[in-house]
């Protein structure tokens, strides 16, 4: 099938905590729907059946709960295909912007997902309802190629966005499509955490994905291309993935994924938007995802094999992690922390004056969020000396045969391959192997930055 996504360099309110009428609000997000029309006329003409729009592509972000308001539509909740805004616009109040985005998708015969704020009103009786008697979501919404509201989704796993509430439960989304099947859907910092992302894939069985984000990039293991990339790999999906462009804040990165190929778009140098669209194989459901076995523990043996100096410290992600310096053209290493020990074979093609070291980290990560990770990451250091390892690096020249495993405590892994100019490859092999998850790739395309497993034990967040 034939999808699209948009990164969207959207237009900001100029003061986002000041009051402003219902009235200027619609003038502001009528000027970004204005840009959404224009991609999606676009992405119609070249044929695709389904677009994706990025998290807070319309209103913007950094309101406070009273400031966002104006902004807000009513959006009824799981009201399947029922309502058509573009065709009943009068059913509710306040649905302004649904119903542009519902002509949209209507004119253009074509299925659009889209992320606005939303509104709910709620009984101050009801237990979770907040004083002042609304709830506010951040919400996806998801319309057929006939305008009708097929799905919502409100997030769930908010990341510090003070405006909006989260839902009392999960929602579980999804929509159908003649051409695809079905499509999930979740938001941003969702795709860390096991609700509702990793439940809804499993539960429902779900091969494709519609993925709005505000994404700011944080190298080395969390740019957004590249995990993007490692969630399509891990769970074995399809992913249309939309983030917001505004360099200066370090957000870029989208695209429609595979597990064997991707079409991406990162650039931090200019401006304005980008339309991505590109043919992609439906998968099916019988295809076996790298999930299949489930890990071993360490046993003491193993534990034995203590590391060779020298090994240091350094700070990596805001985690400390223990590293080993890779020296020489070839070799053999292994670190460990807590329970887990990272292996690593390699061979540099050429020997650059570049360091590289292999760390790991097994421990709750609490800076931005909180929750357990299991890292086990090869990477390029910013400069010579050992504190540079763990540092933010773009470009790279060294191309290194490897072979990576590590004795994971999860069946949740994303194997992270990125390289120079913030491009992406694929490893030649991964999986389970004696209780251990490897990745290997002889000669990557270009320079290597990182090539990790980035494991999220999600019982112990």
Same mark, same amino acid.
């Given at each position: 099938?034939?999808?699209?996504?948009?990164?969207?360099?959207?237009?900001?309110?100029?003061?986002?905590?000041?009051?402003?009428?219902?009235?200027? #609000?619609?003038?502001?997000?009528?000027?970004?729907?204005?840009?959404?029309?224009?991609?999606?006329?676009? #992405?119609?003409?070249?044929?695709?059946?389904?677009?994706?729009?990025?998290?807070?592509?319309?209103?913007?972000?950094?309101?406070?709960?009273?400031?966002?308001?104006?902004?807000?539509?009513?959006?009824?909740?799981?009201?399947?295909?029922? &309502?058509?805004?573009?065709?009943?616009?009068?059913?509710?109040?306040?649905?302004?912007?649904?119903?542009?985005?519902?002509?949209? #998708?209507?004119?253009?015969?074509?299925?659009?997902?889209?992320?606005?704020?939303?509104?709910?009103?709620?009984?101050?009786?009801?237990?979770?309802?907040?004083?002042?008697?609304?709830?506010?979501?951040?919400?996806?919404?998801?319309?057929?190629?006939?305008?009708?509201?097929?799905?919502?989704?409100?997030?769930?796993?908010?990341?510090?966005?003070?405006?909006?509430?989260?839902?009392?439960?999960?929602?579980?989304?999804?929509?159908?499509?003649?051409?695809?099947?079905?499509?999930?859907?979740?938001?941003?910092?969702?795709?860390?955490?096991?609700?509702?992302?990793?439940?809804?894939?499993?539960?429902?069985?779900?091969?494709?994905?519609?993925?709005?984000?505000?994404?700011?990039?944080?190298?080395?293991?969390?740019?957004?291309?590249?995990?993007?990339?490692?969630?399509?790999?891990?769970?074995?999906?399809?992913?249309?993935?939309?983030?917001?462009?505004?360099?200066? !804040?370090?957000?870029?990165?989208?695209?429609?994924?595979?597990?064997?190929?991707?079409?991406?778009?990162?650039?931090?140098?200019?401006?304005?938007?980008?339309?991505?669209? #590109?043919?992609?194989?439906?998968?099916?459901?019988?295809?076996?995802?790298?999930?299949?076995?489930?890990?071993?523990?360490?046993?003491?043996?193993?534990?034995?094999?203590?590391?060779?100096?020298?090994?240091?410290?350094?700070?990596?992600?805001?985690?400390?992690? @223990?590293?080993?310096?890779?020296?020489?053209?070839?070799?053999?290493?292994?670190?460990?922390?807590?329970?887990?020990?990272?292996?690593?074979?390699?061979?540099?093609?050429?020997?650059?004056?570049?360091?590289?070291?292999?760390?790991?980290?097994?421990?709750?990560?609490?800076?931005?969020?909180?929750?357990?990770?299991?890292?086990?990451?090869?990477?390029?250091?910013?400069?010579?000396?050992?504190?540079?390892?763990?540092?933010?690096?773009?470009?790279?020249?060294?191309?290194?045969?490897?072979?990576?495993?590590?004795?994971?405590?999860?069946?949740?892994?994303?194997?992270?391959?990125?390289?120079?100019?913030?491009? !992406?490859?694929?490893?030649?092999?991964?999986? &389970?192997?004696?209780?251990?998850?490897?990745?290997?790739?002889?000669?990557?395309?270009?320079?290597? !930055? @990182?090539?990790?497993?980035?494991?999220? &034990?999600?019982?112990?967040?």
């Amino acid at each position: 099938y034939v999808a699209a996504v948009y990164e969207h360099e959207s237009i900001l309110s100029p003061n986002p905590v000041a009051p402003v009428e219902r009235r200027a #609000a619609l003038e502001l997000m009528g000027r970004n729907l204005d840009i959404y029309e224009q991609q999606v006329l676009a #992405a119609a003409r070249q044929g695709a059946q389904i677009i994706v729009f990025p998290e807070d592509g319309i209103h913007g972000f950094n309101f406070t709960r009273s400031s966002i308001y104006p902004y807000l539509d009513f959006v009824p909740h799981s009201h399947s295909g029922k &309502w058509n805004p573009c065709r009943e616009p009068h059913l509710y109040n306040d649905t302004e912007v649904v119903q542009r985005l519902s002509c949209m #998708a209507l004119k253009n015969k074509i299925f659009l997902v889209a992320n606005l704020g939303s509104k709910q009103p709620c009984e101050r009786s009801e237990p979770r309802c907040p004083l002042d008697g609304r709830f506010q979501f951040n919400t996806n919404v998801a319309f057929g190629a006939d305008g009708a509201l097929l799905a919502t989704y409100r997030k769930h796993n908010l990341y510090f966005e003070y405006a909006f509430d989260t839902p009392a439960e999960p929602d579980y989304a999804f929509f159908d499509t003649p051409f695809a099947g079905k499509f999930g859907m979740f938001t941003c910092f969702d795709i860390l955490f096991f609700e509702p992302a990793v439940s809804l894939i499993t539960q429902y069985n779900l091969k494709q994905i519609v993925y709005p984000t505000a994404w700011m990039n944080q190298l080395p293991l969390l740019s957004a291309v590249e995990f993007q990339q490692a969630f399509s790999t891990a769970f074995n999906v399809n992913i249309l993935a939309a983030n917001i462009h505004h360099p200066t !804040l370090g957000m870029t990165g989208s695209g429609i994924y595979t597990p064997v190929k991707s079409f991406i778009y990162h650039n931090m140098e200019s401006y304005g938007g980008k339309l991505i669209v #590109a043919e992609i194989p439906v998968i099916t459901a019988d295809y076996k995802t790298n999930l299949e076995k489930t890990p071993g523990r360490v046993s003491e043996k193993e534990k034995g094999k203590e590391q060779s100096p020298p090994f240091f410290y350094a700070e990596m992600m805001y985690d400390n992690f @223990t590293f080993v310096p890779l020296w020489g053209e070839k070799g053999e290493l292994q670190v460990c922390a807590n329970s887990l020990c990272c292996y690593l074979n390699y061979q540099r093609a050429v020997l650059t004056d570049e360091l590289y070291a292999l760390g790991v980290f097994d421990g709750l990560h609490t800076v931005h969020g909180t929750y357990y990770v299991q890292a086990c990451a090869l990477v390029k250091c910013g400069g010579l000396s050992f504190s540079t390892c763990g540092q933010e690096v773009t470009d790279a020249t060294a191309l290194i045969d490897f072979q990576l495993w590590a004795n994971m405590s999860t069946p949740y892994i994303f194997p992270l391959l990125l390289t120079s100019g913030i491009t !992406l490859d694929f490893a030649d092999h991964m999986g &389970w192997k004696n209780n251990h998850y490897f990745l290997s790739k002889n000669r990557t395309s270009a320079g290597l !930055l @990182t090539a990790a497993l980035y494991g999220r &034990w999600y019982e112990k967040d």
